[in-house]
C-alpha cells in the first residue's frame, strides 16, 4: 500500500513572473479562495497565498496544476497535518 501513495505523488513546483501570475504544480486540492486569499493543499503542505484581486484562471486537479493571476503579497505553508490531514476533499468532509 505505501508504494501507491509514493506512486500518486506529484512534484511541487511555484513559478511566480512579476508577482502577477503564478503557475503550480503538485496541487492536491483547492481549499478556498476569494479575491484577497488563495488555500491550497499542496504536496509539500498546506499552501496560503494572499494578495489582491486574485483569480484561479486554470485549474487541473487530474494534473495537480494551478494557474493564478492577480497581484500576489505572500506565500505562506504550513505542516500537511492541518485542515487535510485525512486525504479528503473539503467537499467530502462536509458532505458526510
Same mark, same amino acid.
Given at each position: 500500500m505505501e508504494e501507491l501513495?509514493? %506512486?500518486? /505523488?506529484?512534484a511541487h /513546483? @511555484?513559478?511566480?513572473n512579476n508577482r502577477? +501570475?503564478?503557475n503550480l504544480t503538485g496541487i492536491n486540492d483547492v481549499l478556498s479562495f476569494d479575491e484577497n486569499e488563495i488555500i491550497l493543499e499542496t504536496e509539500q503542505g498546506m499552501l496560503m497565498i494572499k494578495g489582491n484581486? @486574485?483569480? %484561479? #484562471?486554470? @485549474?487541473? @486537479? $487530474?494534473k495537480g496544476e494551478v494557474d *493564478? $493571476?492577480?497581484? %500576489? $503579497? #505572500?506565500? +505562506?505553508? #504550513?505542516?500537511?497535518?492541518? *485542515?487535510?490531514?485525512?486525504?479528503?476533499?473539503l467537499l467530502a468532509r462536509l458532505f458526510k
Open positions: 501513495t509514493n %506512486v500518486n /505523488k506529484r /513546483k @511555484l513559478m511566480l502577477r +501570475t503564478c484581486e @486574485l483569480h %484561479v #484562471s486554470r @485549474l487541473t @486537479l $487530474d *493564478i $493571476d492577480g497581484r %500576489v $503579497d #505572500s506565500f +505562506t505553508y #504550513s505542516e500537511q497535518a492541518g *485542515i487535510g490531514a485525512k486525504g479528503e476533499s
